[in-house]
């Protein structure tokens, strides 16, 4: 079965062949190519986008294609001449199945107006990652009104603030939404990403598949014995979806009782930035830091490739994921596969991941207080909190496993492939 892959950015695997910069997200996706790597069942191809050239372009790396279609335009605009390029490709690679994942992008959209003109809409497949309709709902969440609507000195000149941010993500949800309203096969893992698409394509098929983690989070085990006692590990900040202005505000509660405490956060310092790029966002939690006489107590750590980010959570205390919106966050599932001991704001998916006070700890989103006081529940816990990450742990090696993972989503492309095939033979009888 000839399947192709529409993904959101360069992965690694071709990264490093063509000298390109690979995301550090979507590591899921790197994760399930390991999986089916081995199985012989499926000839996969990979489409990409790239700006190495203004043409498409094809290498093969260890038995895959990867289709570098040019991107010359932001990736959050839709590109009306997308469309073309997308039937051009699949005129030539014929694939059986056609599997896009996420829905994000507006490349999405055009790959299925690509699929509707080469009359393949029917073996088109969409794997939800977040649903940045829904996201930007719950974008400015627990800001304050001051935050939302201010501006800095980059903000005036880009004319931009935290409340146009928000609806430009709806404006990208726009595409996103049309994109699911004509798919007919959809692929989740969690009660929330089930129930928003069913809302918008309540005819589409939708099957249930797990992910599968990069492969060096399945080698390790964290031990409290190992660790940086009372560090925090905090793995995304660079918008307000991710709550890091939560996990400043609860962390001087922490600090009352453990004045050595650290917060580590991956990624660039966007506190940091000179006046002229500070955004809004950033300001505020500079603000944060600097008014609660946090800055001995917040480490940023810059971009963490997959053996760095693996690194820094078996060395912290415990992994903190203060989101206003998830699915269900790899991040999370990466800690809890390492056994660190997790808490994670009830959002989204989450609870789909991790069973509250027996695997981890939920909180109530908006209540960093509340954040606190699971944060000292697992410093207090010393060596015990290893009971909690080995459960963690078990659970997250089943959600996880990559064979049956893998096994899978092969069963839904054969299951997608057959109705198909059904389909046509019953119109030329």
């Given at each position: 079965m000839k399947v192709m892959w529409l993904v959101n950015f360069v992965i690694p695997t071709v990264a490093e062949k063509t000298n390109s910069t690979a995301t550090v997200n979507e590591g899921w996706i790197s994760g399930m190519l390991n999986a089916l790597a081995t199985k012989s069942d499926v000839i996969l191809s990979i489409c990409y986008p790239q700006n190495l050239q203004n043409n498409v372009r094809n290498d093969f790396i260890q038995g895959v294609e990867y289709i570098g279609y040019t991107q010359t335009k932001d990736a959050r605009r839709y590109?009306?001449?997308l469309k073309n390029v997308f039937a051009e490709i699949l005129k030539r690679e014929k694939p059986d199945i056609v599997h896009l994942m996420g829905t994000e992008f507006p490349h999405c959209y055009s790959m299925v107006e690509a699929c509707i003109q080469e009359k393949i809409i029917s073996k088109t497949v969409v794997s939800i990652q977040g649903l940045v309709s829904v996201y930007s709902t719950h974008y400015l969440n627990a800001l304050p009104v001051n935050i939302v609507y201010g501006r800095t000195i980059r903000d005036w000149l880009k004319n931009e603030n935290q409340y146009k941010a928000a609806n430009k993500l709806k404006e990208r949800g726009k595409y996103e939404e049309k994109a699911i309203a004509l798919?007919?096969?959809v692929i989740g893992r969690t009660d929330w990403d089930e129930a928003c698409t069913r809302?918008?394509?309540?005819?589409?098929?939708?099957?249930?598949n797990n992910e599968v983690l990069r492969n060096s989070f399945y080698e390790d085990e964290w031990r409290y014995e190992n660790c940086e006692k009372?560090?925090?590990f905090f793995s995304q900040a660079t918008t307000p979806i991710k709550g890091l202005h939560i996990m400043l505000r609860a962390l001087p509660l922490i600090k009352n009782k453990y004045p050595?405490?650290?917060l580590y956060v991956a990624g660039t310092n966007i506190t940091e930035f000179p006046f002229y790029k500070i955004s809004s966002y950033g300001k505020y939690l500079r603000n944060l830091v600097y008014n609660q006489d946090l800055y001995n107590n917040v480490v940023?750590?810059?971009p963490l490739v997959e053996k760095e980010m693996k690194k820094r959570f078996l060395q912290s205390n415990v992994f903190v994921s203060a989101s206003m919106i998830e699915n269900s966050p790899n991040s999370v599932g990466e800690a809890m596969i390492l056994g660190l001991p997790c808490i994670t704001?009830?959002?989204?998916?989450v609870k789909n991941l991790l069973e509250h006070g027996k695997e981890g700890y939920i909180y109530q989103a908006d209540a960093p207080y509340m954040l606190a006081y699971y944060i000292d529940k697992v410093f207090e816990m010393r060596e015990n909190a290893e009971i909690l990450g080995q459960t963690a742990r078990a659970h997250a090696q089943k959600t996880h496993n990559r064979i049956i993972n893998a096994e899978k989503l092969i069963d839904i492309y054969e299951d997608i492939h057959n109705e198909n095939t059904k389909y046509y033979a019953q119109n030329d009888r």
């Open positions: 590109d009306p001449q798919i007919p096969n809302q918008l394509s309540p005819s589409a098929r939708y099957y249930v009372h560090s925090i050595d405490v650290k940023f750590t810059g704001s009830d959002v989204g998916g």
